[in-house]
């Protein structure tokens, strides 16, 4: 009896990127009351994308996209932790992947179009070898593109790894633990629209020819796509666009454009701001009042205004709002050290934005352990981001990071970890914390610059100092500019978001969001040039407040030791189920931890408690030398001779015919349990170790 009565009939297409496993896309199997739905898969590792649109709402101003992709972990055989067992709020990885897969989507869905859109990607299988992420990103446009929901142009997304000086496409996870860069891209078949990148000190050419090798196997996704569509692709949903009134426009221009670019180029932000949302009052005062059903129409025409002489002033005239050059970075004021209970920290304030940075030393049980669809993994460096309502002078309440300072503070953690020491360097656990106080634009490269000085004042000794710039962009009529460090209007009414941070040898960090279609190769070549003039400004004014990071560790950090156990050693320091541990543990008051390599980290809240227990695990260690003396106790007597321990845990044979000058007949005649004797060693086995010790070496010799 044939069970399948009900029959499915899926479209399937598959591609080779000339590396690695195929990616295949299969539609019309699962979730098919979605607009569009996809399983894209390479190797064994599966993401389900499914795309959902609601009826356009007109009145909105805004495009409501909502991107959500989720790791469940079922998908790689496992159980979730926890009481409940079962998966909750995003983590921190999936809120990342989210904003992966929103940013590059977003700037190409038909203008006018503002209907609610969900796109929803699930990890359905995972293999340990082929990351999920770039999948999630093509999957996410190959659901779109077949659905009637009015996206026209394909998004293919890439991870880029650079091995032995070779460019590897999707390296697979055990290849990116070789890769000195971590490189995420998206794009249509004519230019860049995303990245997000991490890299150790990559320069600006070999990033660029990165990013070249990249979009040439995007645009193989895109024409991928594109057949996948001629096959099952519906017909779009057409949109009404909204047209400017000209005839309006002209009026408010002849009238107000001197008004508001007064307004647009007050040198203060608030007062700026002040006067714009006084002008625009007055506009739609004057212009509804006997038609109040056209105040939609005015505030378009304003805010239409607003931007064409910004446009117009950086294109034309060749000016920026505050005056400043292209390239011109904002005016800085740089502290260090100004919070004395930190263990590190400072206040970067460039222009109108301001980062309270600090950095806290911490110990091994401090390390953040994070569960997923990996193995498990250990954080010991980790930074954190906050936004409060206060430094853009709003009533904000605190509810939270959001996924904007999710990715800021992965983006300065990025660009940190690049330049950390190493373990041997650092024993200690670091965390970074970066609060805006004050923002007008860049926050996240104040975030980075900050944090390199608050980790150098708590005496982190960097491989390299790092600084962090935002570049804008502004395009048309055939020309192109980029800017250095955007303040808050130019990245509101710019074309381009570029973030770059790196040390003078290289690139650490990138991030880049493109408004409109893409960038060109051009545009980026000049983009980074320009941004390492302005990083290497940067460091150079951090370096004359701090040179170079503190000699010693801040005073009130947790002290810290290490000591290499012998393995054969190790047991004898945890002890029977861990008893000698705790013991040091409890008499010390230290922290004790021994990784499996044998690696012992020992932490105290000052010396004195520090040396009491690295001595405990001294004592616990030493190993008996051939030729010393040593005083040592009778652990037990027996017929032919005596044990006694030399030192914690270590015992040796003190034989009879060792015990005496003279000859020995009863070795309880000599010794008892318990009895201290000095003893020296005459022996040590090659073998077993086992030692053999002499009293009599060390008596006078017997007379006559």
């Known amino acids: ?33 979605a607009a569009g739905a996809v399983v894209i898969r390479q190797g064994d590792t599966m993401v389900l994308v499914a795309v959902c649109h609601a009826v356009p709402r007109q009145e909105l101003d805004y495009f409501p996209l909502s991107v959500d992709y989720r790791e469940a972990v079922f998908a790689a055989g496992k159980i979730p932790g926890g009481w409940f067992k079962r998966e909750g709020k995003a983590t921190t990885k999936e809120t990342l992947t989210s904003r992966l897969i929103d940013r590059p989507l977003r700037p190409l869905f038909e203008e006018g179009y503002n209907a609610e859109v969900m796109v929803t990607a699930q990890v359905i299988s995972y293999d340990g070898i082929h990351a999920p992420e770039t999948l999630a990103m093509t999957g996410a446009s190959a659901a779109l593109i077949i659905s009637e929901i009015p996206f026209h142009q394909p998004v293919g997304g890439v991870r880029v790894g650079r091995i032995q000086g070779q460019f590897v496409i999707n390296p697979t996870i055990i290849q990116r633990k070789e890769s000195d860069l971590d490189l995420l891209i998206a794009g249509t078949k004519d230019a860049i629209v995303m990245v997000e990148c991490g890299a150790q000190e990559v320069n600006e050419t070999d990033m660029v020819q990165a990013l070249v090798f990249g979009h040439n196997h995007i645009k193989t996704l895109a024409k991928f796509q594109e057949d996948f569509k001629a096959k099952v692709g519906k017909p779009k949903v057409k949109v009404e666009k909204k047209s400017i009134d000209t005839t309006l426009l002209q009026t408010i221009s002849s009238t107000y454009r001197q008004d508001l670019l007064t307004a647009l180029t007050l040198k203060n932000k608030l007062e700026s701001y002040k006067a714009i949302d006084q002008l625009k009052a007055t506009v739609v005062e004057t212009h509804t009042a006997e038609q109040p059903e056209r105040k939609g129409e005015v505030k378009a025409c304003f805010d239409h205004l607003k931007e064409s002489i910004f446009r117009e002033m950086i294109l034309q005239k060749g000016e920026r709002l505050d005056g400043r050059r292209f390239d011109q970075i904002r005016p800085l004021n740089i502290e260090v050290g100004l919070l004395p209970g930190a263990h590190g920290s400072a206040l970067f304030t460039r222009g109108e934005t301001q980062a309270l940075v600090t950095t806290t030393l911490g110990t091994q049980d401090d390390i953040q352990t994070i569960e997923g669809l990996e193995d498990e993994v250990k954080k010991s460096f980790y930074l954190h981001y906050n936004f409060p309502g206060y430094s853009v002078g709003e009533c904000k309440p605190n509810r939270g990071p959001g996924r904007r300072e999710i990715g800021h503070g992965m983006l300065a953690e990025r660009a940190l970890a690049a330049v950390l020491p190493d373990r041997k360097e650092n024993p200690y656990t670091v965390r970074v914390v970066s609060d805006i106080t004050e923002s007008n634009g860049s926050s996240s490269m104040a975030t980075i610059c900050g944090g390199c000085l608050s980790l150098m004042d708590a005496g982190i000794k960097l491989k390299a100092p790092v600084a962090g710039v935002a570049m804008g962009l502004v395009s048309g009529e055939g020309q192109f500019v980029v800017l250095t460090d955007i303040a808050g209007q130019e990245d509101h009414y710019g074309d381009m978001d570029f973030k770059v941070a790196g040390t003078t040898q290289g690139i650490t960090a990138l991030q880049m969001d493109i408004k409109v279609g893409g960038i060109t190769t051009d545009v980026l070549t000049r983009a980074l040039d320009q941004a390492r003039k302005g990083r290497l400004e940067l460091l150079e ?164």
């Open 541 to 704: 004014s951090m370096g004359a407040i701090l040179a170079a990071p503190r000699s010693s560790f801040a005073k009130n950090a947790p002290q810290m030791a290490s000591i290499q156990l012998p393995k054969d050693k190790i047991r004898d320091v945890i002890g029977k189920g861990g008893a000698t541990i705790r013991n040091i543990i409890e008499v010390s008051g230290c922290e004790v931890n021994i990784d499996d390599n044998g690696l012992c980290q020992v932490a105290g809240p000052n010396q004195e408690k520090l040396q009491s227990a690295l001595k405990m695990i001294g004592d616990l260690i030493q190993t008996a030398e051939l030729g010393k003396s040593y005083l040592g106790k009778v652990a037990k007597v027996v017929e032919f001779g005596a044990f006694v321990t030399i030192l914690p845990g270590l015992d040796g044979l003190l034989h009879v015919s060792e015990m005496a000058a003279h000859r020995v007949k009863n070795p309880s005649d000599e010794v008892s349990e318990g009895q201290e004797i000095l003893v020296k060693c005459i022996g040590i086995d090659e073998k077993s170790g086992k030692i053999k010790l002499s009293r009599k070496a060390l008596l006078p010799p017997a007379t006559e």
């Open 1 to 33: 009896m044939n069970l399948n009565t009900l029959a499915f009939q899926p479209i399937q297409q598959s591609i080779n990127l000339g590396q690695g496993a195929e990616i295949s896309i299969e539609t019309g199997r699962i979730a098919k009351q």
